[in-house]
């Protein structure tokens, strides 16, 4: 078990719909970063927070956005869903710089 | 921007035998490189890492060795079990305070009893 929580596990949701996706980072950990892993495109980087900041973006949609609150847990949100956007999210946390990541066990989402 | 190939992206050996997985990346800029582990419905699990300033490690059946002007790295299990049995993912991270990292496509290792 890493210590990182991911909720929910599943998500199934139609076109059009917005949701929101849970983390808890390990405990200690400043850094949260979001994941997305899909068939295709594999372990993609979308967006980076350290102590409630953003630090970095990757390859984010205009229609996703995150936040970090001040007890570190994180959540992204996912609106205008498009089929396309089915995946499995992943959330991982490190201490903050140079320290290795720890991945949780993610959100399945499945858009119909 | 950073990209990461990896081969083979299936690779099936007997139990007892060693396992090698070869990644290469393009930005020298790279100086860290990780290696997850992925077993069905869980998330990618470090199993190993290194730093730039570093030829090879190893831990226990684990190694990983890493070639900085040829830009390539590589896992090698030995002696391999039935539960190495997953997908592996080698990563390269840019470093300078945060770890955007770059993922390979994954190796499926199925070892067979």
Request: net charge negative.
């Given at each position: 078990d890493s210590g990182v929580t991911q909720t929910p596990k599943h998500l199934i949701t139609a076109t059009g719909q917005r949701v929101t996706l849970r983390c808890s980072p390990r405990s200690g950990d400043l850094s949260v970063y979001w994941y997305q892993q899909s068939l295709d495109q594999g372990l993609q980087f979308l967006i980076q927070y350290y102590n409630g900041e953003e630090r970095a973006k990757g390859?984010?949609?205009?229609r996703f956005s995150a936040q970090q609150f001040p007890d570190l847990h994180s959540e992204l949100n996912l609106s205008s869903l498009e089929l396309g956007d089915s995946a499995l999210y992943f959330c991982a946390s490190s201490v903050g710089r140079n320290s290795p990541l720890h991945f949780g066990n993610g959100t399945r989402l499945t858009v119909t | 921007g950073e990209n990461v190939e990896q081969h083979p992206s299936t690779l099936s050996v007997q139990e007892g035998d060693s396992a090698v997985i070869k990644c290469t990346y393009s930005d020298s800029a790279s100086n860290y490189f990780p290696w997850y582990k992925q077993e069905l419905g869980k998330g990618p699990q470090l199993i190993i890492d290194i730093r730039s300033n570093v030829g090879e490690k190893k831990d226990q059946r684990i190694a990983v060795t890493l070639n900085k002007t040829a830009k390539h790295f590589s896992l090698h299990i030995t002696?391999?079990?039935?539960?190495?049995?997953a997908v592996y993912f080698c990563a390269a991270g840019e470093g300078a305070g945060s770890y955007q990292l770059t993922f390979g496509k994954g190796t499926k290792l199925s070892v067979i009893p």
């Open positions: 390859n984010i949609l205009e | 002696e391999t079990q039935p539960e190495d049995s």
